[in-house]
């Protein structure tokens, strides 16, 4: 019989490897899937091609660009879901299972790209914090901006999920501006090298900014640069091992990890047996100890609750178990499947035989037992197995051991201040979770026990019914852990961009960094204007570019009329007797919503003109009250622009509100999409 063997996609083509290959086999009865070996590649020369060819392509894009292939990967992959639903069960996975792996890897492609274009300026660098004076008279300042490395992401991923494990760590680096290397765990790279042919045949990313190893990683680390980046998802021992390469420790290469964790899930004492947040409980932690057969680095491993609850939650919890039906995930009826290999079973099984060194089995049997309809021997599976801890305060095994399957272990806990104590003794982990509908029990476990977890859900039935659970990490939060999680961080929305990108602290005056970063920076002298800005199409603006406006004097009468014509007639405003005393107000004060729209009054150029539209402000702040008799002014300033299509892009103004005496009242960011010249002439006529 002939067996498929995976190829590695290197330096633009697909290499079958050399010498003797890894054996694949499928998780539900251990027939042959594929083999695949990466003998042969040339790992210093995969680096170079993308050192060389896919860095520079990525990094002359701008971020909103870059978006845009992620939008065209993820629909790409949409389109051929169904290849890798059908390659996703001979891992053991249900079509449940596959579904959070491969839809949602695909959705966070989409949520990247969404994120690029809405919080990321149309450019390739991005301006990291404000303005840091750094002298007296403001010749002199200080700005940080991240800009791309200019090395590659080598991304090693667990065997549990093959594709959202590839596609998480994608997403950040190629909008980040990185070329990737990919790496899958071998026992399931054949679902992995399935999504990398879709991705090599789109056509969507340039050359070199995508590389796919299958098999070992050879000497690849040997040859990263202080320019590169490791992204790795797997064992502590395997981490350890890797982020102790001589040349990573000599280069310091940046390494985020995330491996082994012992998360828990915390049933809080106000929590009732037989309350609809006591079945949420139970729900939960049954189905994180079930999906993907347990094979979650973010599962539930330890089970907290209150030892006068003890008896309940292992009723229940027992009871629900039972009803999850293992078996051939191919069968719809089905709802847990087999580990993703023999030999992930016969690891389940010494870490379970390790905890009932401390612990009993309450249900469930390591040695599948009981199962009807598969081949217990052939096919890698296992029951799901709760535990009990004999002595909570003594046991140390539930702590330090991880069955990285369908197991978790109960842990008695005498008062809320013992949960705490007991979530901390994982030593760091990726998830927590805790069931109450008491802030101040949340708030205890979360300042108490917070700074051991990555990621805390606060659960209950009001938010139940649209929570994402336990388990699922989302590209908007920050999935990483310290300690034994590894210490990283991936995902978190920009935030993972960011860890793709170097941060560069900027120093020179207002002029020079008004030029370096395309933004405003006060004190840059004005380039000349050939007429108000508003009247100016996008194309036109120059960062610095302002309009000064005549004065206009505030009366008494203009603040009662707005406070009756609003319906504000707070007392600062209205009345002189109240006000006396205050520690802000000198006396009766103009409404600072009255001053932004005299500002806008006093800015407008009011016909029909480049200026689509306003649609915001940022970073209002009021600095000094404005009395009646007192005049104001603005200054408009074109602060940045950033392209949003062939038509139109946003411009960012600062402005800045100043009494008749010079001193700042207020300043904000206001907001407008601007016509490019062509577009503004056809609208004009």
């Not at 070992?216 to 981490?239: I, N, P, R």
Request: charge should be negative; proline fraction near 6%; aromatic fraction near 6%.
């Amino acid at each position: 019989m002939t067996i498929h063997r995976l190829h590695s996609y290197a330096l633009g083509h697909w290499h079958a490897g050399t010498g003797s290959p890894a054996l694949l086999i499928s998780a539900i009865d251990g027939t042959p899937v594929a083999e695949a070996t990466s003998g042969g590649l040339d790992m210093a020369a995969m680096l170079a091609h993308a050192h060389h060819r896919g860095g520079p392509a990525l990094r002359a894009l701008t971020f909103h660009e870059r978006a845009s292939l992620l939008k065209a990967l993820a629909q790409a992959l949409t389109a051929r879901k169904e290849e890798l639903y059908a390659l996703s069960v001979l891992t053991g996975a249900t079509r449940a299972d596959s579904w959070i792996d491969i839809d949602g890897g695909i959705g966070t492609l989409f949520v990247y790209a969404s994120k690029g274009k809405r919080e990321l300026p149309n450019e390739t660098f991005l301006v990291d914090g404000a303005v840091e004076g750094l002298s007296r008279n403001g010749t002199f300042l200080g700005q940080h901006v991240r800009v791309p490395r200019e090395g590659a992401s080598v991304q090693i991923n667990a065997f549990n999920f093959p594709v959202w494990g590839m596609l998480e760590k994608l997403a950040p680096a190629i909008l980040g501006g990185m070329p990737v290397i990919a790496k899958p765990a071998t026992a399931t790279a054949y679902l992995a090298e399935k999504a990398a042919r879709i991705i090599v045949e789109s056509g969507i990313l340039p050359e070199g900014a995508f590389q796919f190893v299958a098999g070992s990683t050879g000497d690849l680390l040997d040859h990263l640069t202080s320019q590169d980046m490791v992204g790795f998802t797997g064992s502590l021992a395997t981490s350890t091992r890797l982020q102790a390469n001589a040349n990573i420790l000599k280069n310091a290469v940046p390494f985020t990890a995330e491996r082994d964790s012992l998360n828990c899930s915390i049933l809080a004492p106000d929590i009732e047996p037989g309350s609809p947040d006591f079945d949420i409980f139970i729900k939960e932690v049954a189905r994180e100890m079930t999906v993907k057969a347990g094979q979650k680095c973010t599962a539930i491993r330890r089970i907290l609750l209150p030892a006068s609850r003890m008896e309940a939650v292992q009723a229940a919890l027992s009871k629900r178990l039972a009803g999850v039906a293992v078996g051939d995930p191919r069968l719809e009826t089905t709802r847990m499947g087999p580990l993703a290999s023999l030999d992930q079973r016969a690891d389940v099984r010494a870490q379970i035989a390790r905890l009932r060194a401390e612990c009993d089995i309450v249900w469930g049997d390591p040695e599948a037992g009981g199962l009807s309809g598969v081949d217990a021997v052939k096919g890698a599976f296992v029951t799901p197995m709760l535990l009990a801890a004999r002595d909570p305060r003594a046991a140390e095994r539930p702590h330090d051991t991880e069955a990285f399957g369908p197991a978790a272990t109960l842990l008695a806990y005498a008062d809320l201040d013992e949960a705490v104590t007991l979530a901390r003794k994982g030593d760091g982990s990726l998830a927590g979770s805790l069931v109450t509908r008491d802030p101040d029990m949340a708030r205890r476990v979360v300042f108490g026990a917070g700074a051991f977890h990555g990621r805390l859900l606060i659960l209950n039935a009001d938010c139940a019914a649209e929570s994402t659970g336990h388990g699922s990490p989302m590209p908007h939060l920050v999935h990483g852990g310290p300690g034994r999680a590894g210490g990283g961080e991936e995902l978190g929305g920009i935030r993972a961009v960011m860890h793709h990108m170097q941060r560069v602290a900027l120093q020179g005056s207002p002029a020079m960094l008004t030029a370096l970063t395309k933004s405003y920076v006060k004190g840059t002298p004005e380039p000349v204007s050939p007429a108000h800005p508003f009247r100016l199409a996008f194309e036109e603006l120059v960062p610095g570019q302002s309009f000064h406006s005549p004065e206009r004097i505030i009366t008494l009468e203009d603040i009662e009329h707005f406070a009756h014509f609003t319906g504000d007639t707070f007392y600062a405003h209205m009345d002189e007797e109240a006000v006396k005393g205050h520690p802000f107000f000198p006396g009766r004060v103009a409404h600072g919503y009255l001053l932004l729209a005299f500002a806008a009054g006093l800015f407008v150029e009011p016909k029909r003109g480049p200026v689509l539209a306003n649609y915001g402000l940022d970073n209002l702040r009021f600095l000094k009250p404005v009395q009646p008799g007192e005049s104001i002014r603005v200054r408009l300033t074109v602060k940045s622009k950033s392209p949003r299509n062939a038509a139109y892009g946003e411009v960012r103004w600062d402005v800045e509100i100043t009494t008749g005496t010079g001193e700042t009242a207020a300043t904000y960011d206001l907001l407008t999409m601007n016509a490019y010249a062509e577009t503004a002439a056809t609208a004009a006529e």
